[in-house]
């Protein structure tokens, strides 16, 4: 069982029962990634027709084989049936959750069920508990992670995941967010957050084997421009000076190819006018997200650049890094979200002004309904088909 910690949880927040099973196995060894594992826990757990808000629709959290051990592994993977797209959704969710996970000794998390009231979930390796969390519902996920942050790693949702806006997603630890209508599941089962801090010290079966291999796996990121240059020194906005030299960047909702404003998003610029500092996942030599010192605030990701200003059109860097700061802290899904607006300008034949963007933004993680009774919040093809409500 070397790599894996033997224990899988099923936590039914209805009858508020844990059962404790040592991991199968012959499962683990078929699938050694947390995607895998919980990719198929899922199939097994779940049918066809179940309804992705419905207590039934399990919430799995997974790690791997070498989370926590091997450069850019550190993270857990996230897998449910999504409310977005009626199909198996699989998140592979950066920062430390995933470590803390393993280091618990818990292989696979399954969550089913909904809580009677507001609560989040606490993994301790001695056990995982169901604690009332009223005084947290209704709270975005920045102040929701301040308050929990002492308490390990945190898995959070935002006042959009309450309000089941079907682009609402997980953040974890304030910092890295995900796609997929997550959020939206565990607003459905009233659950808040989950809070795992462990204790194991993780190991490798074989240490000098796996530090040869590691030492290898370091030398080839040296040797990767976009990596050791790159990603290291800029984050993924690295890629847009990349993108803009193959003419990669698609624009104006996907109606156009090309931008004029790439060197206003570079990485090169976006470094040379704040004063930043590194912020890596454990055991992770790369550090990808870059905080702003004077604020605190992790700068946008090259998803983030594109939603809300490619796309859009929109040159003011300003309004971008607001832009994400709101999807971080109401829990959207920035592509999703700036695809909506997107695809909303192109049939309007308008231009989104960059102080309208705050404004839209809030109406989506509110899960407002506007223009003729649609959810701009349940994506750009349910909302703008004039359905607007959950399948
Ligand atoms: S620091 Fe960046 S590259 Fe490293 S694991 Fe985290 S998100 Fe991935």
Not at 277 to 288: F, I, T
Not at 358 to 372: A, D, K, R, T
């Amino acid at each position: 069982m070397a790599g894996w910690t033997g224990k899988t949880v099923y936590l039914d927040l209805s009858s508020e029962s844990v059962n404790v099973i040592k991991t199968d196995e012959k499962l683990i060894r078929s699938y050694l990634g947390g995607r895998g594992l919980g990719v198929k826990l899922l199939s097994r757990l779940a049918y066809p027709d179940i309804d992705p808000l419905g207590p039934e629709n399990p919430l799995i959290f997974t790690s791997g084989l070498l989370t926590g051990l091997a450069p850019m592994a550190s993270g857990a993977v996230l897998t449910s049936k999504s409310p977005l797209t009626g199909t198996i959704f699989s998140w592979n969710a950066s920062g430390g959750f995933g470590r803390e996970l393993k280091k618990t000794e818990i292989d696979a998390l399954i969550i089913t069920g909904k809580a009677k009231k507001p609560s989040y979930v606490e993994v301790r390796e001695g056990g995982v508990e169901i604690v009332p969390a009223e005084g947290l519902w209704g709270k975005n996920v920045r102040t929701c992670t301040e308050i929990l942050k002492s308490r390990g790693s945190i898995a959070c949702i935002g006042r959009a995941g309450e309000k089941q806006v079907l682009i609402s997603s997980f953040v974890i630890d304030s910092i890295h967010s995900g796609r997929g209508g997550l959020g939206a599941v565990a607003g459905s089962k009233m659950l808040k957050a989950v809070v795992v801090k462990g204790e194991k010290e993780l190991l490798p079966s074989n240490p000098e084997r796996f530090g040869e291999l590691n030492t290898k796996i370091l030398k080839l990121f040296d040797a990767s421009p976009m990596l050791s240059k790159g990603l290291q020194n800029y984050g993924t906005s690295a890629l847009v000076k990349l993108l803009d030299y193959m003419n990669l960047i698609p624009s104006r909702n996907f109606s156009g190819r090309g931008t004029s404003f790439a060197n206003l998003f570079s990485g090169e610029r976006i470094k040379a006018t704040f004063d930043l500092e590194k912020e890596s996942c454990p055991a992770c030599p790369l550090g990808c997200k870059k905080r702003i010192k004077k604020t605190g605030q992790i700068l946008p990701d090259y998803d983030s650049l594109w939603a809300f200003g490619f796309n859009l059109e929109n040159p003011e860097f300003a309004s971008v890094l607001n832009a994400d700061r709101i999807c971080k802290d109401y829990g959207i899904d920035p592509i999703s979200a700036g695809s909506i607006i997107g695809a909303c300008a192109e049939l309007k034949s308008e231009i989104i002004e960059a102080y309208e963007l705050e404004s839209l933004l809030l109406e989506i993680g509110e899960g407002s309904e506007i223009e003729g009774g649609g959810k701009p919040g349940n994506g750009a093809r349910k909302y703008l088909s004039g359905r607007g409500e959950k399948s």
